[in-house]
């Protein structure tokens, strides 16, 4: 269940190990963006075409989508930390085929283990860059055995005591602490509900219930399908590709480039900082 944070440490422990998987997403189209126009890297891939770059990047989505399905099948089976561990360990095997490739193919298979390894959580090409996600995930990885797994997965298994003590040292209390037993209940109670009435399968997503799991499903999967409808990935991956046809330097470009990067870091900071003010449903409108 991991070694005995509590209270604030353990939150910040939970946000910064989170933060740094999600930040390797991110890393992906920084770095990329960046290296697809890069001199050495078109030099090393014998001048790839357009359509090859495509496939290049493109790949790597791909993995991240069924990286995606593997933890919506097995996910709830084998627990949040061990997914984000099991993911980092392939993101690392994918990143360093990427780092050690010397021909298209061998990088869309890296490129493509990568993806997979990141939907669970340079010197002759620019090698450093590729390779350095790796750091990310090794401190991710490193921090785990810090953290216990989540109260509501533990819950769903049945280990409602180690729930419970998950719960304490969240919130830094007595496991006696009449609110905590009382959230702690609340919690059971409401999960147990969740699984009595909705039946966790596929076929719930064609189905109606009282818990409207179709509805909540699919306005998930349809923000985030609008998210890439509007062509995010398009600008984040080919941005500097864009300023460079019309005309402008491959510096200046790079400097563009990285302020929509900033751009983007700055709204998250804030969606961050009022979700729990405004909610998540105005926020999102």
């Given at each position: ?9 353990l ?31 078109q ?5 790839p ?72 959580n ?82 719930a ?6 818990l ?33 046809s019309?005309?402008v ?7 563009l ?27 999102m409108?």
């Open positions: 269940m991991g070694f005995h944070l509590k209270g604030t440490k939150s910040l422990g939970v946000a910064f190990t989170t933060s740094y998987g999600f930040l390797l997403f991110r890393y992906d189209q920084g770095v990329f963006s960046g290296l697809i126009e890069n001199g050495d890297f030099n090393t891939f014998n001048q075409s357009q359509m090859a770059i495509g496939q290049i990047t493109a790949t790597y989505n791909l993995g991240c989508f069924f990286g995606a399905i593997f933890c919506i099948a097995y996910g709830d089976r084998i627990g949040r930390r061990l997914s984000i561990g099991l993911g980092c360990l392939v993101l690392t095997v994918g990143a360093v085929i990427q780092t050690t490739s010397f021909s298209i193919a061998q990088m869309i298979v890296g490129r493509f283990i990568t993806g997979l390894g990141n939907g669970l340079t010197t002759t090409i620019p090698r450093f860059p590729i390779a350095f996600q790796i750091f990310y995930a090794l401190i991710t990885t490193l921090l785990l055995p810090w953290l216990p797994d989540s109260p509501r997965w533990l819950i769903q298994k049945g280990r409602f005591e180690e729930a419970k003590a998950v719960t304490t040292r969240l919130h830094a209390k007595s496991i006696h602490n009449p609110e905590l037993l009382s959230l702690h209940e609340a919690s059971t109670q409401g999960i147990q509900h969740e699984l009595k009435v909705s039946k966790v399968s596929w076929r997503l064609l189905q109606s219930d009282s409207h799991t179709r509805r909540r499903v699919l306005l998930g999967i349809g923000t985030q399908l609008m998210q890439q409808w509007g062509g995010i990935n398009a600008i984040n991956y080919y941005l500097p590709v864009v300023f460079t019309l005309h330097s491959r510096q200046m470009s790079l400097i480039s990285a302020y929509n990067a900033i751009n983007v870091m700055i709204f998250t900071t804030v969606a961050i900082t009022v979700i729990k003010i405004i909610g998540r449903k105005r926020l409108i």
